[in-house]
């Protein structure tokens, strides 16, 4: 089993729906949590990075960590073509523990106008 | 900022060639990570350095790759000799102490070995 598994899709969905995104992991001691956003030929951006289990929201994009299920999402409210991308998520161990990023391969959304 | 640059941004070689890869992180990082990127394996750490010391080259496939960073605002990525299964997008990432786990990822060079 991979340490981070991530559904490649791709997938496409209308403008205005929402979307998920999702990852699972196996190594319990990642506490750190991201999701990078990449567009067609160009380097992943950080979108959103959490701490540990919770939600945090950034405007139209909510990203949650649920660690008892080794499970984290990244939630897309009022999609746009604009955020056709492929989202990555990536997640560390504590601070000291390792300085590695592990990456899942990454899932391609389209959102058609 | 100018962001973390790379180049070339793209290298087309023969079978056999040495190739390399160079990056300039972001001024004030003291890390800087090297990265592979295919379809089959996704996105893969190859080494990373920490103050211009290399920490984990774990990632590092054969010995035909080699990394280097003789100061902090530079360093190398060089494979010799080239195959064609080394074909790949090829990013460089920095990122400073105390900020988080937040990387910030050049735009990449995409290689193709013949």
């Known amino acids: 089993q991979k340490e981070v598994e991530q559904d490649p899709g791709p997938l496409s969905v209308p403008e205005g729906a929402i979307v998920s995104l999702n990852c699972t992991y196996s190594?319990?001691?990642?506490?750190?949590f991201m999701w990078y956003r990449q567009y067609s030929r160009k380097g992943p951006e950080l979108l959103m990075y959490t701490y540990s289990s919770g939600n945090k929201e950034d405007g139209r994009f909510t990203a949650q960590v649920d660690k008892s299920s080794k499970y984290i999402s990244l939630f897309i409210r009022d999609s746009q073509p604009s955020d056709s991308a492929t989202y990555l998520c990536?997640?560390?161990?504590?601070?000291?523990?390792?300085?590695?990023?592990?990456f899942g391969k990454g899932t391609k959304l389209t959102v058609n106008p | 900022d100018a962001g973390v640059i790379q180049s070339p941004r793209h290298e087309v070689t023969e079978m056999g060639q040495e190739v390399t890869l160079r990056c300039k992180p972001i001024s004030g990082h003291d890390y800087l990570f090297w990265y592979r990127q295919t379809m089959m394996r996704g996105l893969e750490l190859l080494i990373y350095?920490?103050?211009?010391?290399?920490?984990?080259d774990s990632g590092m496939p054969e010995d035909r790759f080699s990394a280097k960073m003789p100061n902090a605002s530079f360093s190398t990525l060089k494979i010799q000799p080239s195959e064609p299964r080394d074909s790949a997008v090829y990013f460089c990432?920095?990122?400073?102490?105390?900020?988080?786990?937040?990387?910030?990822f050049g735009p990449g060079t995409r290689l193709l070995v013949l």
């Open positions: 990536a997640m560390s161990e504590t601070q000291g523990g390792s300085e590695k990023l592990v």
């Open positions: 350095f920490n103050n211009n010391v290399p920490i984990d």
């Open positions: 190594n319990s001691a990642f506490q750190y």
């Open positions: 990432a920095s990122r400073a102490s105390g900020s988080g786990e937040t990387q910030y």
